[in-house]
């Protein structure tokens, strides 16, 4: 099934400091979703991204999907201790099977 | 919208025993999902229902689990002779009827923790 890997697997920042997630795949995905999971808690939906060489914002995130749509990043700017939890990004393959990345756990230190 | 709501939250159970979980989606969503999640790793995608059709079964999925959801609001994922290996918390998500594809906005639901002793 599609496999995708995501990269660091944990990241320590110092709270003010940006943080980036890469999703990677071998090959082309139709769609990517980002999700967010609190500690002790459920993934939380954040974002979708369809087209080639997509970006979106929301306030200090911002989601990148690939010009060959085989990647994908998040990227926190100035973190706070909110952000912290990890970040899975998600997708199908053609057989609508879905999977996540093996996440990206973020810690801010304050 | 009361959210997705999962039953029981925790279940613990011997080894050889059956154990049956419950999920409520959001009321107008048509897609429910199940996965299951192990510490420190992403969600495993199980199954897949669009209304009360089951359209995707992962390999995970194996002959001792089932899944249904008779009259596509509810669903209910039933392990048969539990092993130690089925530890895990096994997550619900719904999500709503009008975009085609699977991969979009899902809602989850808190979760039921099993544990095989």
Redesign the interface.
Known sequence: GQQVM?IPQYQHVQEGEDFTTYCNSSTTL????WYKQRPGG????LI?LVKSGEVKKQKRLTFQFGEAKKNSSLHITATQTTDVGTY?C???NA?????????TRLMVKP | DTGVSQDPRHKITKRGQNVTFRCDPISEHNRLYWYRQTLGQGPEFLTYFQNEAQLEKSRLLSDRFSAERPKGSFSTLEIQRTEQGDSAMYLCASSSVERTQPGHEQYFGPGTRLTVT
């Open positions: 995501q139709s769609n990517i979703q459920h993934p939380v939906f979708q899975f998600q997708t199908n057989g609508n099977m879905l999977t996540f990345g093996g996440g």
